[in-house]
Nanobody, 114 residues
């Protein structure tokens, strides 16, 4: 399974971005899809996850601001980032697997700065 992420960039505080990640290959086994992020000098952390049925989970730091969704027909996961803060600056990684992050995409950089 290969994951291709896109949608990062530079945005001002309070702004929005939408990240996308498309899975290809043997994607039929994918139940779990999610996003992690890694800020400079910090450990990688879970941002949000979604399973095939639509059940979601968010990190406390992004609840109410970020929304994860997926299109099962397209094997694509999205992350809508609203009300962005400078502390959201990080490389965002999409991931997928049967029940946990098994496959990882390349990171996409999100920079929140005025």
């Amino acid at each position: 399974v290969q994951l291709q992420a896109s949608g990062g960039g530079l945005v001002q505080p309070g702004g929005s971005l939408r990240l996308s990640c498309a899975a290809s290959g043997n994607a039929f086994s994918i139940n779990y899809m999610g996003w992690h992020r890694q800020a400079p000098g910090k450990q990688r952390e879970l941002v949000a996850l979604i399973i095939r049925t639509g059940v979601t989970h968010y990190a406390d730091s992004v609840k109410g601001r970020f929304t994860i969704s997926r299109d099962n027909a397209k094997n694509t996961v999205y992350l809508q980032l609203n009300s962005l803060k400078p502390e959201d600056t990080a490389v965002y990684f999409c991931n997928a697997g049967p029940t946990r992050p098994l496959y990882w995409g390349q990171g996409t950089l999100v920079t929140v700065s005025s």
